[in-house]
């Protein structure tokens, strides 16, 4: 089974960038971030498959780019634009075989459900905490 790892967390000024990586252990077909902030519930927000394909949820698209380096096992989450909402617990998550998980998000025939593609992803990593002060 595969285990990832993020890094990249920090404190940074409302309108300012931050990098995320998360390095797995192995390749993975399917690899997404979610994040959780403080007395809100757990949000996924983006994936990308084994081709490369990604997906955004509303509050990030245009903002935050998801990608990857399949020679470094490593996935990126570079943020731009961070604002006060985007004050959250950042987890990397990913599946090592199956990458029809990243359908439920990625897409012509996707649905949508973000906790559906978070609860399918058979690993998570121990998170990485972003703060944004205005």
């Known amino acids: 089974q595969v285990r990832v790892s993020e890094s990249g967390g920090g404190s940074v000024q409302a309108g300012g960038s931050l990098r995320l990586s998360c390095v797995a252990s192995t390749h993975s077909a399917c690899m997404a971030w979610f994040r959780r902030a403080l007395g809100k519930a757990r949000e996924g927000f983006s994936a990308?498959?084994?081709?490369?394909?990604?997906a955004y949820a509303d509050s990030v698209k245009g903002r935050f780019i998801i990608s990857k380096d399949n020679s470094k096992n490593t996935l990126y989450l570079q943020m731009n634009s961070l604002n006060s909402d985007d004050t959250a617990t950042y987890y990397c998550?990913?599946?090592?075989?199956?990458?029809?998980?990243?359908?439920?998000?990625?897409?012509?025939?996707?649905?949508?459900?973000?906790?559906?593609?978070?609860?399918?992803?058979?690993?998570w990593g121990q998170g990485t905490l972003v703060t944004v002060s205005s």
């Open positions: 990308i498959d084994a081709d490369g394909s990604t």
């Open positions: 998550a990913a599946d090592e075989m199956d990458g029809s998980i990243c359908s439920e998000v990625v897409g012509a025939e996707a649905r949508g459900s973000w906790d559906q593609l978070i609860d399918s992803l058979d690993a």
